[in-house]
């Protein structure tokens, strides 16, 4: 079994920051890429930034410039530091990771449960 398991998502003002984290658990053998996504209600989910366990990160253009993401592969954690927010940022936050488990030889992805983000004006 995986657990990944987000924190730090709340209600901020436009302009501000925040910090998520998403730590991940369980029978983990290795993890490729983690990331993170967002669904804002009546939209899809998309991508927001992604990086692999080198180190190499990609970002949505919308986010580029004002969201950072980073991992501590020793403590299996992905981060993302969120500034200058803004109200269309407003949207449940998933972690997601592509990772090997002790159980199989084949790559999996597994989600969080999700943290809601609120940018106010």
């Known amino acids: 079994q995986v657990q990944l398991v987000e924190s730090g998502g709340v209600l901020v003002q436009a302009g501000g920051s925040l910090r998520l984290s998403c730590a991940a658990s369980g029978s983990i053998f290795s993890i490729n890429t983690m990331g993170w996504y967002r669904q804002a209600p009546g939209k899809q989910r998309e991508l927001v930034a992604a990086?692999?366990?080198?180190?190499?990160?990609n970002y949505a253009d919308s986010v580029k410039g004002r969201f950072t993401i980073s991992r501590d592969n020793a403590k299996n954690t992905v981060f993302m530091q969120m500034n200058s927010l803004k109200p269309e940022d407003t949207a449940v936050y998933y972690c997601?990771?592509?990772?090997?488990?002790?159980?199989?030889?084949?790559?999996?992805?597994?989600w969080g449960q999700g943290t809601q983000v609120t940018v106010s004006s």
């Open positions: 997601n990771a592509v990772l090997l488990t002790i159980a199989t030889p084949f790559e999996y992805e597994y």
């Open positions: 990086i692999t366990s080198g180190g190499a990160a």
